[in-house]
């Protein structure tokens, strides 16, 4: 039984698609949706650092008086 060989290609980030190796994105579309949601992860990882350095700052205040 022979092999199917496969032509050179990558997947799209956001939708898994096949497209052509080295591209990113399948279309512009998917480029918009996977650069937002990526602001959103970035916007929401931001502000879970932000808030357990208010916590550990606050316990640190706490325990110092």
């Known amino acids: 039984m022979a092999t199917a060989s496969l032509v050179p290609h990558s997947h799209c980030k956001l939708c898994e698609e096949p497209i052509t190796e080295g591209e990113e994105y399948c279309s512009e579309k ?31 205040v706490i325990f110092y008086f």
């Not at 996977?34 to 931001?46: A, G, M, R, T, V």
């Open 30 to 60: 998917c480029k918009t949706e996977y650069e937002s949601k990526e602001k959103k992860s970035n916007l929401k990882e931001n502000l879970f650092i932000v808030v357990a350095a208010i916590v550990v700052i606050a316990i640190g």
